[in-house]
């Protein structure tokens, strides 16, 4: 029986992409991926490199012949699918997806992968499938409970979302993307008190982010606390005065006319916490 020699070439092109040693690297898989023995492994990390450099259109290529010489590698069409996704040529990602998917019914990746497309092609209900298959696997999987709890937010379903949330808060107290999404959270089941914590948190994390000083101010105003209101929209509008004018814009047009019966400021007008 013939024992095929482990190929140095693969932990060699590996050292060099850890390295960062990016030229290098694409010098020597370009080499392999030039002649026969390229396997699919080696034509994945030549798409990656290639990715890492910029170069798109090679990238795919190379994911697209690592996909000939083995179709189940879950890496390369999951690479394959991002780069399409990137390319906003969604439908081809899907349906790559679907066929790793088919033989690799349990590739955590490619669930995520799929529910973010999915979200992002309006289909959340298929969306939110995904994520749970995801997270039945993988239940640390970071990016598909925060993402789950984004679409479960906009669904209207709060309490669902934040205890998503709460599970990425035990694992990472420090989790800013998660903070934000449970100052919404708690803000919409009325939790005004636990919604200014959890404002104060993110804040203390970056003291710049706007959405967290006019949640903050929110909630303060909610309950009653109208100069500690006052100063965090003072503090958001001083922090990105261009922006906090987009957001208040953005939340005078939704509120409709029947809110703003009576009220005879505008839109750009420092709001005031009462209202």
Not at 193 to 199: F, K, M
């Given at each position: ?85 990137s390319l906003d040529r969604i439908d081809e990602a899907l349906e790559g997806l679907r066929r790793l998917l088919a033989v690799r ?22 969306a939110l499938e995904h994520y749970d298959t995801a997270l039945a696997l993988d239940a640390s999987h970071r990016t598909a409970r ?130």
């Open positions: 029986m013939n024992i095929r020699a482990p190929d140095p070439t693969l932990p060699q092109a590996i050292a060099l992409l850890r390295s960062n040693r990016l030229l290098e690297a694409q010098s020597l898989l370009a080499s392999i991926c030039s002649n026969e023995v390229a396997s699919a492994e080696h034509w994945f990390l030549y798409g990656a490199v290639e990715h890492m450099l910029g170069r798109v259109d090679a990238a795919l290529t190379a994911f697209e012949h690592a996909l000939v010489l083995q179709p189940d590698h879950a890496r390369a069409a999951n690479g394959r699918a991002s780069l399409l996704a019914p349990n590739d955590v990746d490619a669930h995520v992968n799929m529910a973010i497309l999915l979200d992002q092609s309006g289909d959340g209900r298929s925060l993402n789950r709890s984004a679409i479960l937010l906009a669904t209207r379903q709060f309490e669902a979302a934040l205890h998503d949330i709460s599970v990425l808060l035990r694992a990472n107290p420090q989790d800013a993307a998660a903070l934000v999404n449970a100052a919404k959270a708690l803000l919409a089941l009325d939790r005004f008190a636990d919604a200014v914590d959890a404002c104060r948190s993110l804040i203390a994390i970056d003291q710049r982010h706007i959405g967290a000083r006019i949640d903050q101010g929110v909630a303060l105003s909610c309950l009653g606390r109208f100069d500690e209101a006052q100063a965090a929209f003072a503090a958001a509008r001083t922090a990105d005065s261009t922006r906090f004018a987009q957001i208040q814009r953005q939340a005078w047009n939704a509120a409709g006319q029947n809110l703003r019966q009576g009220w005879t400021h505008t839109a750009d007008d420092p709001p005031d916490p009462r209202v």
